[in-house]
């Protein structure tokens, strides 16, 4: 659910001082890394399941309370065949390999997106990793898997728009919180810190509602080279920011 400006600071409850209580990435660069290095693009994306693993630990390290990674777009269907063919087999790798690791240190998996489209077995796989960690209290991680944002948004404002026909809701009653309880993360904090790598510097249709007041961290180095002391880099440059939402910053009003 969306949080409010006084909600989203540095210093969230069940998070370590100065640590975001939630960092999304969009993991960039896989096909970047192989081509450098003369290998095919699947090579990239294998070593990108690599990045991730050593993220999601380094996040629960750090008391990260959430982490989410963009891990398969809607627009990343229009890719040749092949390719999605390999993402939807590393998918099924990584939850098949590391499920009962993520399990045994009480990582509970989400999963927003799409169900459409989604092949019936890797369906059944990410739908297992969240009845299988659901009461775990430590790091959630969110896995955006056949995700769009503006689909999101357009499906929050047709459900809305039922609503509305149907009577159950007044015109009056929409609000920004209302409109937050039917994303895909209504029960979901929004970010604090957005990183993408690769040196793209661009969101691509990633969480646009929830990263309203986000700080953003743009790094060159490729995913599959994304390392623990990145993930540092990236929240010690948060730690360094001052978050406003539109007003003053918490330390300019804070007496000396």
């Known amino acids: 659910m969306g949080s409010s400006p006084e909600q ?9 001082a100065g640590v975001p209580r939630h960092i999304a990435i969009i993991m960039d660069g896989n096909g970047r890394w192989a081509q450098m290095r003369g290998l095919p693009r699947v090579e990239g994306h294998r070593r990108g399941v690599e990045a991730l693993r050593r993220t999601v630990d380094a996040a629960s390290a750090l008391g990260v309370n959430y982490l ?12 040749p065949a092949t390719e999605v063919s390999d993402l939807m087999g590393l998918i099924k790798f990584f939850v098949r390999r590391d499920l009962a690791e993520l399990h045994r240190h009480g990582v509970r998996i ?11 077995d890797v369906a059944a796989l990410l739908s297992e990793a969240q009845e ?3 009461t775990n209290r430590g790091l959630n991680l969110v896995i955006a898997f056949n995700y769009g944002a503006r689909q999101e948004i357009v499906q929050a404002a047709r459900r809305i728009a039922e ?6 809701m007044r015109p009056e009653d929409v609000t920004e919180a209302a409109f ?8 979901i904090p929004d970010p604090d810190l957005v990183i993408r790598t690769s040196g793209e510097l661009r969101l691509s249709n990633f969480l646009l509602w929830q990263s309203a007041y986000a700080e953003f961290v743009f790094t060159p180095v490729l995913w599959p080279d994304f390392s623990r002391g990145d993930l540092e880099a990236a929240v010690e440059a948060y730690r360094q920011r001052e978050r406003r939402y539109g007003g003053l910053s918490m330390r300019a009003e804070t007496p000396a």
């Open 163 to 168: 609503a509305v026909a149907a009577g159950t």
């Open 68 to 79: 989410t990674v963009y891990s398969f777009s809607i627009e990343n269907w229009r890719r």
């Open 110 to 120: 989400r999963v927003v997106g799409s169900p459409d489209d989604v092949p019936p």
């Open 132 to 134: 299988t960690t659901r």
């Open 8 to 16: 989203r600071t540095g210093k969230e409850p069940g998070s370590q």
């Open 180 to 187: 937050a309880r039917r994303l895909d993360t209504a029960d």
